[in-house]
């Protein structure tokens, strides 16, 4: 019989990666509103690594500061994030666990979605598209014609398979030679990026006029006050762990306008649909981020 690791933290210290000697990097200044005031509000993520999270005094921001290099980023998803979700969950995901988990998902995008979507929506770029499951129910459903890209050579292969133009890369740093999409889908990835500024700009250059950019963030305090932890909702995958008023913020600093919003059925996820506009200047006010910071001084208090 093969012996099982009972608890959480067995099973992840059984993957043997350590953190803390990972090649890290400083985030200077803010990604939202380039203010260098922080407040350190973490010094472990829910895994138990020492991973250091801090809040923009000036915005309301919070990221991993520092996080690892993308280089260090790039290795931790070859080889690290899928096990450790697996043994944060105590249950296996993998590649194939989750394109079962994106139907679903997916399904209730397009339900969200679809009085959004018009016969003048004929493209799809699907942004950190991994496998392409989401992007074929899209095809299937509206009949887009579907570009994807994703870093992962791995995934992007599978998409391919499934006929999506697939690109490996990141969407930054990709020369979309002019072309334009109508739809852009940036699903369960938000968090997961680098540079939230560099990204957003990005898409909102590749979106049509008449386009609807569909995007959505686990909502950090959402997170924080389910767990009644601050910790618990921090963790090393995720660069930027957003709130509604961050994420709007970022969003209308692009030139994206929401105008639908979804709290999902796991009241964890806030879901979006966008539409391109003028960019605007707007940052979360002061009194708010003075009670997002009194709000986790009693989370981390509260026993
Ligand atoms: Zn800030």
Redesign the pocket.
Known sequence: MIAIATTREERIQALNFDYASVPKEAILP?N??A?DRWVVITHRDRYGYPARATT?A??G?TMLNPRMTPEAYGKFYEGVYRPLVSAYHGRLIDAKTIQAEQVPYARAFIEFAAPYITDSHRTLLDVGGSTGIVAREFMAEFGFSTTLIDPAPAETAEAAALGIESITGFVESWDSQGRKFDVVGLFQTIDHLMDLTLTLAKLREVISDHGIFLVDIVDFRAAMLRNRSVEEAIKIDHVYSLTEETAEALFARAGFAWVRKSYSADHLHVSYICVPTKPTIVTPESTWVANLLREIRQVQNTK
Request: charged share 10%; with cysteine.
């Open positions: 803010c939202l509103c203010s923009c000036d915005c921001l």
